[in-house]
């Protein structure tokens, strides 16, 4: 398990969070919207921080909840084998990206960086209709009413909690 997860690790965040950002922070290197190093008397980078390490927090828990309660990664090709609707599961349907998206605002807030913003905006964006499009189909097949039910009563962003009967 702990191999099949390093991997969706790498391969799904690292990439949202390491090697995109990477990419936007040298195209955008001496621009106004590019990067720029914190300075130590700013406040936004503190947010910043504050907000990665929030994130990351998130992130680690709806992880391990993904594992041990799911019987899966959170990977597409290797998804949970039980439906999670505990912890963060219980208030929004998509914990984990909203744990990429606050390390993501995060990366932008400590580097100043407008163009993160900007990157920040298009992951949502493009999981905002990912989500209805494709995976609550598939997750509909797989979990059947169970799903559905949770569907209904669990924000897909909005963190409102579930009171199961």
Known sequence: MTSRLVRAILILPGTVLVLV??????????????????????????AGALLFG???VFAIWTCRLFVTVGEGTPAPWDPPRKLVVRGPYRHVRNPMI???LLMLAGEAAFLSSWALA????VFFAANALYFPLSEEKALERRFGDQYRRYKANVPRWILRPWRQP
């Open 21 to 46: 950002p990477t990419l936007i922070i040298w195209l955008t290197r001496g621009t106004a919207v590019g990067a720029e190093l914190p300075r130590i008397d700013d406040p936004l980078p503190w």
């Open 118 to 121: 900007g990157w920040l905006l």
């Open 54 to 56: 929030l994130g990351l």
């Open 98 to 100: 909203t744990s990429v």
